[in-house]
C-alpha cells in the first residue's frame, strides 16, 4: 500500500473556477515528489486539498488514501488527528505563518500537546530536540518570530512540521523568500530529513531546478492537471510535454553560457480555471499545436518507462521529433512572436 494514493482529484471553488480537474498522484514513503507548475495552475489548492484545508465553498471529489485512509469521507475529529500526526504542511511565508506575539517555542509545543496529550515539560523538551534538529539551539525557543533570520523561521516552521511524527510533509514553496545560500541549507535539511525519518515529502514550487535537485519524481501541473509525470531528471533535462519543456528551458543550465545570459521564455499566461480553453488547455499556447488540439484534451499516456505525459504528439511515431524542429525550447531559441493561438485568445482590448 502506497503512503498516498491520489485518484481522480477534483477542486472547483464556489464561483466555478476549476483548480483541480482529475490529478492521480502516488507516493511511496521516503520518496520525494516535486510538483512544479506556474502561479495559477493549481499546485497550492492540491495541497490544500490533501488535508482538507479548502474554504468551505470548495467542492472536492475524488480520493485521497492517506496510508489507505480516505481523508475526504473521515469524520472531522479524525481529520484533525490526520493533520499534524498522518501528514503535516511547511507554508512558504515563514514570517507570515508564525504568530507574531508568541515565542517560537510555544508554538512548536502546540500541536505537541494537543494531539500527543504531552506534559508541559514533555512538549518542553521535545520542542528542544526539534530545534536542534533543524539545527538552531534549543534555547532560541523563547524567541518571537521577528528576532530570527528568514533562514530561522523556515528552520522553525519545518520543526513544526515534525512535531508529531508525520508520516508525509508537505513542503508549499519552502524556500522562495530565501536567498540562494540558506536555499541549499534549507533543502539539503529537508532532504536529509526526510531520508533519516524514512517520510514521504510532496515538494511544491515554480522552480524546475531545485525540484529535479531535490526530488526523486516530478509531477509538471498546467490549468489544474498533471501534463507531464516522471523521474525528475528526466523530466527536467528531456520533458516531453511542450510546457513542461518549456517550464524547464527558462532556467539557465550552470555551465551554458548561452542560456545562462538569454534562458528563454514562454509568452502569455496561464488560463482562468472559471474559462478554460476548449481542447488541450495549452493549445494557446503552444509552439507546436496542431490543429485538432482545439478540441481534444489528451489523456496522460505513456510517455517511456515509468513516465506520462498529456500530449497527442507523444506515442506518434515522428510527430515528437517533428514537433520539436518546429518548437524554439526544444531548439535552445528564445521564442520570436506569441503563437498565433495566443493572439487570437488574448481579449481585445476596450
Ligand atoms: Fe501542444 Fe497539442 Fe500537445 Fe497540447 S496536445 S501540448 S496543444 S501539441
Known amino acids: 500500500m502506497s503512503l498516498l494514493d491520489v485518484r481522480n482529484l477534483t477542486v472547483t471553488y464556489a464561483g466555478g473556477a476549476a483548480a483541480v480537474r482529475g490529478v492521480d498522484l502516488r507516493l511511496e514513503a521516503g520518496q520525494k515528489l516535486g ?14 486539498a490533501l488535508l482538507r484545508l479548502l ?105 513544526m512540521a515534525l512535531a508529531c511524527d508525520p508520516q508525509l510533509i508537505i513542503a508549499d514553496e519552502p524556500t522562495t523568500a530565501l536567498d540562494v545560500m540558506i536555499q541549499a541549507q534549507i533543502l539539503r535539511l529537508i532532504e536529509q530529513l526526510v531520508s533519516d525519518q524514512d517520510l514521504g515529502l510532496i515538494m511544491i514550487s515554480h522552480d524546475l531546478a531545485v525540484l529535479a535537485d531535490t526530488c526523486d519524481r516530478l509531477a509538471v501541473m498546467y490549468a489544474g492537471r498533471v501534463v507531464e509525470e516522471g523521474p525528475a531528471a528526466q523530466v527536467y533535462e528531456d520533458a516531453r510535454h511542450p510546457y513542461a519543456r518549456a517550464l524547464s528551458a527558462a532556467f539557465p543550465r550552470i555551465g551554458d553560457p548561452a542560456s545562462r545570459f538569454a534562458p528563454q521564455g514562454l ?24 490543429e485538432s488540439c482545439g478540441e481534444e484534451d489528451p489523456a496522460l499516456r505513456e510517455a517511456g518507462a515509468e513516465r506520462r505525459a498529456a500530449c497527442v504528439l507523444v506515442g506518434l511515431p515522428g510527430a515528437e521529433s517533428r514537433a520539436a524542429a518546429r518548437d524554439p525550447q526544444a531548439r ?5 512572436e506569441e503563437p498565433e493561438a495566443l493572439e487570437e485568445a488574448r481579449p481585445s482590448t476596450p
Request: aromatic content about 4%; overall charge positive.
Open 35 to 48: 510538483l512544479a507548475g506556474e502561479s495559477g495552475c493549481g499546485k497550492s489548492t492540491l495541497a490544500l
Open 55 to 159: 474554504p468551505s465553498g470548495a467542492r472536492i471529489t475524488g480520493e485521497v488514501l492517506l496510508d489507505g485512509e480516505d481523508v475526504l469521507t473521515m469524520k472531522w475529529g479524525r481529520v484533525r488527528a490526520v493533520r499534524w500526526a498522518g501528514a503535516s504542511v511547511v507554508f512558504q511565508g515563514a514570517m507570515h505563518s508564525l504568530n507574531a506575539v508568541h515565542r517560537i517555542g510555544d508554538q512548536i509545543a502546540e500541536p505537541i500537546l494537543l494531539h500527543k496529550k504531552a506534559t508541559a515539560a514533555g512538549a518542553k523538551r521535545k520542542t528542544g530536540e526539534l530545534l536542534e534538529q533543524v539545527g538552531l539551539p534549543a534555547a532560541r525557543a523563547d524567541a518571537y518570530p521577528h528576532e530570527l533570520s528568514g533562514g530561522q523561521r523556515q528552520r522553525v516552521m519545518i520543526a
Open 267 to 290: 509568452a502569455g499566461d496561464p488560463p482562468d480555471p472559471a474559462a478554460l480553453p476548449s481542447g488541450c488547455t495549452f493549445h494557446p499556447r503552444c509552439p507546436v499545436a496542431l
Open 332 to 336: 535552445g531559441e528564445r521564442p520570436a
